[in-house]
């Protein structure tokens, strides 16, 4: 398992918001490799950055020169990977090929799963209560009583 230096970067940068991110850094340490793009993705990761954030865009491009495995959540992400035929995961999958592999325990699995889906529900709240309050300022702003 390799990672892409954008990645790297977007992690770091999460860890100062989400501290489960700051955990996982602490434990994985130095454990996954960070991979330059060899010049051959360069063309696909910039068509791909059309479409997709930094992150996928560089890790999709090195997926699809390396046949590599794509670890992500994102939904823009996921539809791009399978369209385009690469094999594809998520944090959660991720968790279950660590506990088949014995690479971590299934309590600690458990655990990070609950955070992933906490923070999941959270800036789906988050959001909700945003898409929310901007329909009842602009229904309060036509006048709407109905």
Known sequence: ??????????????????????????????????????????????????????GEAQALAVA???DGLIVTDDGDGRTTAKQRGLDLTGS???????????ALGTEVAETISCRVVDDTVARLFTFTTLLTRLY??????????G
């Open 64 to 66: 699809a020169v390396t």
């Open 136 to 145: 009842m300022r602009k229904r309060a702003m036509s006048g709407y009583n």
């Open 1 to 54: 398992m390799v990672t892409v230096e954008v990645i790297t970067g977007e992690l770091k940068a999460g860890a100062e918001t989400h501290s489960y991110i700051d955990n996982a850094l602490t434990v994985l340490g130095d454990g996954i490799p960070v991979v330059s793009p060899a010049s051959s993705t360069t063309q696909g990761e910039s068509e791909l950055r059309k479409s997709l954030d930094p």
């Open 92 to 102: 959660i999958g991720l968790l279950v090929r660590f506990v088949d592999t014995d």
